[in-house]
């Protein structure tokens, strides 16, 4: 259990590092990909996430091929994303999270730590400390 904790606060560490170099390598190969990618963010709970945003010379293959073509497109993405992950040897600490449709031509993607739900350890972390602090203000 100690483990998953001890790797968390490594993920926190090692993703902060890394996420400026995993992003320059989307900026620098947006010739492969069909979309564009304005950024790749990390929110306060270090899930990173980002927007496809495909242009409208692929609407015809939207209307053409539909979800399929967006599902293709969303998975290509992943697979470059896991593959720079990699690199920087993180690939075993994060999963996709969710990947929603946002409109017409835009998709979300949502990866993060895969053992721990950040957010709700750091949220127990602080109601325990403030309960603690309360119970010791009161003696």
Do not use: C, W
């Amino acid at each position: 259990m100690f483990n998953k904790y001890k790797l968390m606060f490594s993920y926190m560490k090692e993703i902060k590092k890394h996420l400026p170099q995993i992003e320059q390598y989307f900026i620098e190969n947006e010739i492969k990909f069909p979309y564009k990618l304005k950024s790749i963010k990390l929110d306060n709970t270090y899930r990173i996430y980002t927007v496809l945003n495909f242009p409208p010379k692929t609407t015809k293959n939207i209307q053409t091929y539909g979800q399929l073509f967006l599902d293709n497109e969303t998975e290509k993405f992943i697979r470059e994303l896991n593959d720079q992950l990699k690199k920087v040897g993180l690939y075993e600490l994060v999963g996709l999270s969710r990947a929603d449709r946002i409109g017409e031509n835009n998709i979300l993607i949502v990866v993060e730590y895969k053992y721990i739900n950040i957010g709700s350890f750091f949220l127990k972390l602080i109601f325990s400390l403030i309960s603690i602090f309360g119970l010791l203000f009161l003696l």
